[in-house]
Nanobody, 123 residues
Framework: QVQLVESGGGLVQAGGSLRLSCAASGRTFTGYTMGWFRQAPGKEREFVAAIYWPSGRTDYADSVKGRFTMSRSRDNAKNMLYLQMNSLKPEDTAVYYC??????????????WGQGTQVTVSS
């Protein structure tokens, strides 16, 4: 059974940092592009960051460039995806979702979603 399990969300003051983790298991994710999306209350889910297969190239939404950094690693049987979030702003408040899609693209309709982790940034 494929699972994407996020962790690391929480409440932080503006200017602070959080590191989100996503543990992907249940299959090999070789050949998958992986990334993060977020959804704020009353808003549509939006792209945050992606790391593309096979190049390893990363891409970020303009709103998070220079503040968020994504990385990917393999830890034993789990593929791990991380999102280091620095200089957080209240507008970063959202539920953050990990996603994985076979191939070289990542859209709002990926093969797999995680359950989400809440990030709340207070002003």
């Amino acid at each position: 059974q494929v699972q994407l399990v996020e962790s690391g969300g929480g409440l932080v003051q503006a200017g602070g940092s959080l590191r989100l983790s996503c543990a992907a298991s249940g299959r090999t994710f070789t050949g998958y592009t992986m990334g993060w999306f977020r959804q704020a209350p009353g808003k549509e889910r939006e792209f945050v960051a992606a790391i593309y297969w096979p190049s390893g190239r990363t891409d970020y939404a303009d709103s998070v460039k220079g503040r968020f950094t994504m990385s990917r690693s393999r830890d034993n049987a789990k593929n791990m995806l991380y999102l280091q979030m620095n200089s957080l702003k209240p507008e970063d408040t959202a539920v953050y979702y990990c996603a994985a899609n076979s191939g070289v693209t990542l859209t709002l309709d990926p093969d797999y979603w995680g359950q989400g982790t809440q990030v709340t940034v207070s002003s």
